[in-house]
């Protein structure tokens, strides 16, 4: 199969802030998907990718946070995801997002959760995530509602990290 390295979106962009659509059931199309936005994220190279961050406004998301050298990949990837239950009990992690590169600030999440999702043989699977498997697959999932790490942070530091965006996305149309 022909894998295709995707166009990743940068906020701002009105894609971004969109609350993406369920997916009825899994086809080859959905497959190729899922092949092309893994390809993407291990490109960039990123540890989680959401369908909206390369335009598509479908409920999916990829994720591969294992991070050690040399280790086995484990890529995981969630069609209509949802997040079923979660530990009262916080982290506090320095999050970044391929989407806003190069900034990276502290969000507190539930420090482990449990998700549901569809696999690509259309099975439910479920799982429960802790460490960084945890932080990620909500921020993923956060995507699929239109919502960034960024929207966690108060709005002063919000604005300056869309002003440094903005000017970014100016200085990559120009070259
Ligand atoms: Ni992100």
């Not at 960039?44 to 409920?59: E, F």
């Not at 982290?91 to 600030?105: F, H, K, N, Q, R």
């Amino acid at each position: 199969m022909h894998l295709m390295k995707r166009k990743i979106l940068i906020h701002p962009d009105p894609r971004l802030k969109k609350v993406c659509a369920a997916l009825p059931d899994i086809s080859d199309e959905i497959r190729k998907l899922a092949d092309d936005m893994l390809e993407t994220m291990y490109a960039a190279p990123g540890i989680g990718l959401a369908a909206p961050q390369i335009g598509v406004l479908d409920r999916m998301i990829v994720l591969d946070c294992v991070k050690e050298d040399g280790a086995k990949p484990e890529p995981v990837v969630m069609v209509n995801p949802r997040v079923i239950g979660a530990s009262d009990d916080l982290s506090t992690y320095d999050e970044g997002c391929l989407s806003i590169p190069d900034v990276y600030a502290d969000v507190t999440r539930p420090s482990e959760v449990r998700v549901e999702w569809l696999d690509l043989d259309g099975n439910l699977q479920e799982r429960d995530m802790d460490g960084l498997w945890a932080t990620c697959v909500q921020h993923e999932i956060d995507h699929l509602e239109g919502k960034m790490f960024i929207d966690y942070l108060k709005p002063l530091k919000r604005q300056m990290i869309t002003r440094k965006m903005q000017k970014l996305k100016r200085e990559m149309a120009r070259e």
